[in-house]
């Protein structure tokens, strides 16, 4: 469990191929305070610590096929940023909204505009008629996870919506690298989901 309040920024530092599965090695300054099968969200992707070097700053994960196909993370490189969160204490102080780490889709960044000291992006995701009646669907002032960052929706439409970007989450999440056509990962939120099924709309 997560908050969607990104802790640090990791670099992709090794990118191993095995089978389907992905073995992501990471320089963090995080990386001396894990162990061993600990989950840390990586841009909003829960995955177990698998290996670690705390000499070296860096630890491994391992992202398998599914994983891949419904994140961004197939598309990282060596020298990418990634927003990293270690797992939410109980009785810690929930200052973003109920993050799982299970993103449900991707989407592309259409525009980014800078509005007098923040700045507004635009994301616009493809949504099936399943997906909507799941609860895969934005609100306006609702909460949204955009690859690991708890933010605001505004301007929510069927298939796109907007978050504003403070100075400060621009500079310490890897918001300031993304562009028009960047993919990014979405995790809806869960209260959402719950009430569809609830309701019986997510059949």
């Not at 841009?43 to 419904?70: Q, S």
């Not at 490189?77 to 797992?87: I, P, T």
């Not at 300031?176 to 709309?201: C, M, S, W």
Request: hydrophobic content about 40%.
């Amino acid at each position: 469990m997560f908050s969607g309040i990104v802790q640090t920024v990791g670099t992709v530092v090794r990118l191993v191929k095995e089978g389907d599965n992905l073995h992501l090695t990471l320089k963090a300054d995080i990386a001396p305070q894990l162990h061993i099968d600990q989950s840390v969200a990586h841009n909003g992707v829960c995955l177990t610590v698998v290996a670690l070097d705390t000499e070296a700053g860096t630890y491994t994960v391992t992202a398998i096929r599914e994983t891949l196909e419904k994140s961004n993370l197939g598309l990282l490189e060596e020298g990418d940023l990634v927003n990293l969160e270690r797992s939410m204490r109980m009785d810690a102080l929930l200052d973003g909204h109920i993050v799982q780490g299970h993103v449900d889709t991707t989407a592309r960044c259409a525009a980014v505009d800078f509005a007098d000291g923040s700045w507004y992006y635009t994301f616009e995701y493809e949504a099936s008629e399943r997906m909507r009646k799941a609860g895969y669907v934005t609100v306006e002032k609702g909460s949204v996870a955009v690859n690991g960052v708890s933010l605001t929706v505004v301007n929510s439409r069927p298939e796109s919506f907007q978050v504003a970007i403070i100075p400060y989450t621009h500079e310490h999440t890897n918001f300031h690298t993304i562009q028009p056509g960047t993919r990014v990962n979405l995790e809806f939120d869960i209260i959402g989901k719950y009430v569809a099924r609830l309701l019986g709309t997510d059949k």
